[in-house]
């Protein structure tokens, strides 16, 4: 008899439970908030009006923190550049783009890092070239180190492996810079491609660059603490990635960071052509020189694609859409952690945003990042009540597309996606009875202990992380998740009802 009292008692309070968690009402409401800028910068793309390009024709950005200003830095790369307006409104072109800011959110450009594209850069480039190329400074890593700021660039003939990059040293991030010669340097006959620097300081002091792009992979060197160069003079470093078909299929962009947390570093690279399916890839080591793993185990320097993948082209409704996500730099602030990236404007794919996410960390040491840029709206508990609702959800796939490719890149008047190169959202609808509709059918859930669990279908089932933020088609705050699949695909989602 008691057994059963206690059974009933059970049922009882389970249903009790239950009918909580279905009455529980919502502390969380969708409110109308103005981007903090458009994304179409067409009206503003003139030389003349330079000065309001904080987030506008950013491309390959780094950054650091000094004090309690970020700073952020890029290649010169620029809409419809017209050198004669350049010269008349007194812009030079080709020197390293410079932001500032406080908050992540806003940014102030301010001006250009150096006064001339590096001699002896242009020299190396064009002594191997017939006298062509080194027309611009690509790809700037900033440091700092013992009271010094270190700014890295790189200098080369596009579609071909004969680079320079250089260092440059200055008592201030904003300069004047000072040339403080070569780190690595290639050639024609080289394996490497001397581009796209990023470099980590390990916990023993050591220093490591990585760098690289289709031309052989990716590469880890170590460097001199005092001097920024390479530690032994000429080393060029090991292989630590690289793709199957690298004369054709892109990997670049390596960007490394330390997790304290998961006591791994991070390498963060860029697949497939910048202006089209450009997607951000990550693998892990113990090392600052690998080996680096994928979430399957998968060493990076075998040829073989990686996941998970973080990033791809996508569109959200009510927006044209997104490509050439990719080249990312990554910060750590306060414990938080964001990634910034390029971002191409669809259809035409031409006007360059800066795009900044925060990553979030899921249960097995992967990041995620946000399906939204991040707008510095506060963080705010939520209750299983706040997600019933409508939904717009993304399931980042991988291009499957094959294109004619010049040196990894589109075909001049390609640059438009295919349909299936772009990830779309699909409208679902989370009910109060723990249920999802929609396309497939599935079931959801959520409480503080194990978070949000979403199952679709047969595809998309696992557990995602949610956050509020700014759903930038909208012009409204409201709750957002992201994750990784089992497959090694990001899971994106926002509330829109």
């Known amino acids: 008899m008691k057994h059963r009292s206690t059974k009933a008692l059970i049922i009882v309070l389970t249903g009790i439970l239950l009918a909580a968690c279905q009455t529980e009402k919502a502390t969380f409401v969708i409110e109308s908030n103005p981007n903090p800028w458009p994304d179409d910068y067409t009206n503003i793309a003139g030389m003349q009006n330079y000065q309001s390009w904080g987030t506008y024709n950013v491309h390959d950005p780094a950054c650091f923190k000094v004090g309690d200003t970020f700073y952020m830095y890029s290649?010169?790369?620029?809409?419809?550049?017209?050198?004669?307006?350049?010269?008349?409104?007194?812009v030079p072109l080709g020197y390293i783009q410079v932001r500032k800011s406080t908050?992540?959110?806003?940014?102030?450009?301010?001006?250009?890092?150096?006064?001339?594209?590096?001699?002896?850069?242009?020299?190396?480039?064009?002594?191997?070239?017939?006298?062509?190329?080194?027309?611009?400074i690509w790809a700037p890593y900033p440091l700092e180190y013992n009271g010094k700021y270190r700014l890295y660039y790189c200098v080369s003939a596009f579609g071909k492996s004969i680079s320079y990059l250089g260092l440059a040293e200055s008592d201030s991030p904003e300069?004047?810079?000072?040339?403080?010669?070569?780190?690595?340097?290639?050639?024609?006959?080289?394996?490497?491609?001397?581009?796209?620097?990023?470099v980590i300081i390990t916990g023993d002091g050591d220093h490591w660059m990585v760098y690289g792009s289709y031309f052989g992979g990716l590469y880890a060197v170590q460097l001199n603490p005092e001097t920024g160069l390479t530690l032994e003079e000429g080393d060029q470093g090991n292989c630590i990635a690289r793709r199957a078909n690298g004369k054709k299929d892109n990997i670049e962009a390596p960007e490394i960071i330390y997790h304290p947390g998961f006591q791994k570093y991070y390498l963060f690279v860029s697949y497939d052509p910048l202006m089209t399916t450009y997607n951000v890839r990550v693998g892990r080591s113990d090392s600052p020189e690998g080996?680096?793993?994928?979430?399957?185990?998968?060493?990076?320097?075998?040829?073989?694609?990686?996941?998970?993948?973080?990033?791809?082209?996508?569109?959200?409704?009510?927006?044209?859409?997104?490509?050439?996500?990719?080249?990312?730099?990554?910060?750590?602030?306060?414990?938080?952690?964001?990634?910034?990236?390029?971002?191409?404007?669809?259809?035409?794919?031409?006007?360059?945003?800066?795009?900044?996410?925060?990553?979030?960390?899921?249960?097995?040491?992967?990041?995620?990042?946000?399906?939204?840029?991040?707008?510095?709206?506060?963080?705010?508990?939520?209750?299983?009540?706040d997600f019933v609702g409508d939904w717009e959800i993304i399931l980042i796939r991988d291009n499957k597309y094959e294109r004619d490719l010049w040196a990894g890149q589109i075909l001049w008047g390609e640059g438009e996606l295919r349909d299936n190169e772009i990830n779309v959202s699909v409208v679902y609808t989370f009910t109060e009875n723990g249920k999802i509709t929609g396309e497939q059918n599935g079931e959801w859930s959520y409480d503080e202990q194990n978070g949000l669990q979403i199952?679709?279908?047969?595809?998309?089932?696992?557990?995602?992380?949610?956050?509020?933020?700014?759903?930038?088609?909208?012009?409204?705050t409201t709750i957002l998740f992201t994750g990784i699949e089992k497959h090694g695909f990001s899971i994106w989602g926002k509330r829109i009802r």
């Open 455 to 476: 199952m679709i279908g047969d595809e998309i089932a696992g557990s995602v992380i949610p956050h509020t933020g700014q759903d930038w088609e909208n012009e409204r």
């Open 175 to 198: 300069g004047p810079w000072e040339l403080k010669g070569c780190v690595v340097k290639t050639d024609s006959t080289s394996q490497m491609n001397a581009i796209d620097p990023s």
């Open 103 to 136: 908050d992540l959110v806003n940014w102030e450009f301010h001006g250009w890092a150096f006064p001339e594209i590096p001699k002896e850069a242009v020299k190396h480039v064009h002594d191997n070239n017939n006298s062509k190329g080194a027309t611009n």
């Open 291 to 385: 080996p680096f793993y994928d979430m399957f185990g998968t060493d990076m320097k075998d040829e073989t694609n990686n996941f998970p993948i973080l990033t791809h082209p996508y569109r959200f409704n009510n927006h044209p859409g997104w490509a050439g996500t990719a080249h990312c730099g990554v910060i750590a602030d306060k414990g938080r952690y964001y990634m910034m990236h390029q971002a191409r404007l669809s259809p035409g794919n031409h006007l360059m945003d800066l795009h900044l996410r925060e990553i979030f960390w899921n249960e097995d040491g992967w990041p995620a990042v946000s399906p939204e840029r991040y707008a510095g709206i506060p963080v705010q508990s939520l209750k299983r009540a």
């Open 75 to 90: 290649t010169d790369a620029i809409f419809r550049e017209n050198k004669d307006e350049a010269k008349e409104a007194g």
